[in-house]
Structure formats: structure tokens, C-alpha cells
């Protein structure tokens, strides 16, 4: 369990507050960064977006006054031998640094150090992760020369931050559907997959797109004139948790920014019972067989018979590759 301090959880929340006030397209900028390395203390704090399937470079972006070095190899010649990655690539998105794998010793004698660690002036290194699939990871990196390690402390404040970091990354990409969204409505093109409500006091209805209307109404029972459906009402008191509604293969996710909530639909690819999704997102949670059996009130015989379902319709042998597939559906 995370343990803070009074003073670190203090600064976690400024932080947060500080970040959430963000309006632009992208989450974490270089000001940003500068404010995350005041929580935990490095030579350079770096957020970066790849698709390692395809081996592009998605988003890359550095503290305010980090010196930009230049690398020694593309990140893909070494992503197989750093022992971090290959941790967040099994789905372990936590604070990993990596001493947790090899002594400095070791580290030194090792050829991630000859290739990658010493031609950077690099000593220790720590990184967290948001829950992403290969071809959309979303890391960041917090990096040190010679000198002391990172702590168990600042573990703990980056596993504390790590829900938080998620949820920015998923509000900047709802302004940037938003954006989107109503470029579209204001062309005039309301048969869109994406709809628009805008919320007044107390979070009554101000307005519903035409589109808004058609998915409220197709997914929800009556329609929101003036006020939301019950479900949506319920899951604005705790907004950093997705609403997913499924109505046979396909789905409906409900985001928010501010006073206007986004709905999106989307054919749902991966083709589960909406009884195997939430089994599936459990085991994406790292949850065990007996977890989940206790979490729904069934038995474990009956995940584990859910689970041999859900391999079969994703051409999955483990529970890794399964959940890898669900990070990725979300993550469209």
C-alpha cells in the first residue's frame, strides 16, 4: 500500500490541481515536467509516446531547461534488453527503476550500460507508466548520473501520481475529440458517431447535439431534455472512471471536460458479452481468478470458464495478451 507523507501528498495534490487547469491539445508540457521534477528529483524528466509495434516516435517532450542529448542508438535496438521496458511491456506500469532488476555492479558489466546507460551520462534511472497497449505506450522517465539511486519515497509519490497522470492524458485527448466534435457540428453534419452536451448549474441539461440525442436515446431508456439519464447522472459524481454502455457489438463511452460531456460509439472490435468485458478488465487490473470470483459473487470455475471464452474469441493464449487487447480497444 502507498504510504505519503502529509507534505508529498500536499504537493501530489498541487500538482494535480495545478495540471487539471490545462486546456491545451497535449497533457504534460515541458512547464509541467518542471513541476513533476520538483516532486521527484532528477538530472531530466522526459514523457514519451511510441507505438512499439510500428517502432515510431508518437510524442516527445522534456523539462523546461533539460538538455536535449543525443541518442546513441534508436530506442527499439535496446527496448528488449532494458530490464524496465520489458517489465511495462508485460503490463507492470508501476514506478519501476531499474536497481530493482540489476546491481550498479552489474548494471555496468551489462550491455544495455555499454549501449544506452553510459553514452548518455546516465547512472540510475525510474519510470512509470500510464496502462497503455505496445502500440501506444505512454512513459515517463526520470533520470540521474552518478550519485544517489531513487528512493522507496519517491516510488510511492509516483505510484500515487500514476491514476492521476492517466486521467490528464484522457482529458486532453476529450478536448481534442471535443474539438473536433463540434467543428463537425458546426458544419452541419449531425449523423456523427460523437455527441455534445453541455451542462449548466447544478449539472442540469443546457443543451443536447442532435447526435447526443440519437445516442441517449438509443442507449439509455428516454430521452435527456432536461435532464441526464440516471446512469449518467450517477457517474458524474466519480468522472475518472470510464461509462462504457454496450448495446450488441457496439459501444458507448461517456467523457467530460469542464461543463460538457462527450459521447463517442464505436463498433466494439473485440466481440465480448458485456459479462467478459468486465472479466477482462479485471484481469487488466491484475486481478486473480478468485479476486474477480469474489468481486461478482461467482465461482472461480466460472471465470476461469469465461476466460477460456474470451481466449478463443481474441486468438489469446494468456492473460496478458488478453489484456493487452482490451488496453488497446480503450485506448482507439
Known amino acids: 500500500m502507498t504510504v505519503l507523507s502529509a507534505q ?7 500538482f494535480v490541481a495545478t495540471a487539471a487547469q490545462l486546456d491545451g491539445d497535449e497533457p504534460f508540457t515541458p512547464e509541467l515536467l518542471t513541476q513533476l521534477g520538483e516532486l521527484v528529483s532528477a538530472d531530466a524528466v522526459t514523457y514519451s509516446e511510441q507505438d512499439r509495434v510500428r517502432e515510431r516516435v508518437r510524442y516527445v517532450v522534456g523539462r523546461t531547461g533539460d ?7 534508436p530506442y527499439w535496438a535496446i527496448a528488449d534488453i532494458h530490464p524496465v521496458c520489458r517489465r511495462h511491456n508485460g503490463l507492470d506500469f508501476g514506478a519501476l527503476k531499474v536497481s530493482d532488476f540489476v546491481s550498479p555492479r552489474q548494471l555496468e558489466r551489462s550491455r544495455i550500460y555499454a549501449l544506452w546507460f553510459h553514452p548518455l551520462g546516465l547512472e540510475h534511472e525510474m519510470t512509470v507508466a500510464i496502462p497503455s497497449p505496445p502500440r501506444h505506450t505512454k512513459t515517463f522517465l ?3 548520473g552518478p550519485g544517489r539511486d531513487f528512493t522507496e519515497r519517491d516510488r510511492n509519490v509516483l505510484d500515487a501520481l500514476q491514476p492521476h497522470l492517466a486521467w490528464l492524458w484522457r482529458a ?22 460523437n ?18 440525442r440519437r445516442l441517449l436515446h438509443k442507449y439509455f431508456e428516454g430521452r435527456a431534455e432536461s435532464e441526464l439519464p440516471v446512469p449518467l447522472q450517477e457517474w458524474l459524481d466519480s ?14 463511452t461517456a467523457a467530460r471536460t469542464g461543463e460538457t460531456l462527450l459521447l463517442e460509439e ?3 472490435v473485440l466481440g465480448l458479452t458485456p459479462r ?16 474477480i470470483a469474489q468481486r461478482l459473487w461467482i465461482a472461480p470455475s466460472t471465470v476461469r470458464k469465461h476466460l477460456e471464452n474470451i481466449y478463443a474469441k481474441l486468438g489469446v493464449r494468456t492473460r496478458t495478451a488478453a489484456a493487452a487487447r482490451l488496453l488497446g480497444a480503450l485506448d482507439d
Open 8 to 14: 508529498d501528498a500536499e504537493r501530489l495534490l498541487r
Open 67 to 73: 538538455t536535449c542529448a543525443e541518442l546513441p542508438l
Open 142 to 144: 526520470f533520470d540521474r
Open 172 to 193: 486532453a485527448q476529450t478536448r481534442r475529440r471535443l474539438r473536433a466534435t463540434l467543428a463537425a457540428h458546426d458544419s452541419g453534419s449531425h449523423a456523427e458517431t
Open 195 to 212: 455527441g455534445v452536451i453541455l451542462l449548466g448549474p447544478g449539472d442540469a441539461v443546457d443543451y443536447v447535439s442532435p447526435s447526443a
Open 239 to 252: 468522472p475518472s472512471r470510464m461509462l462504457v454502455r454496450q448495446e450488441g457489438d457496439q459501444r458507448l
Open 266 to 268: 464505436k463498433r466494439d
Open 276 to 291: 467478459e468485458r468486465q472479466i477482462l478488465g479485471f484481469v487488466a487490473r491484475g486481478q486473480t481468478n478468485t479476486e
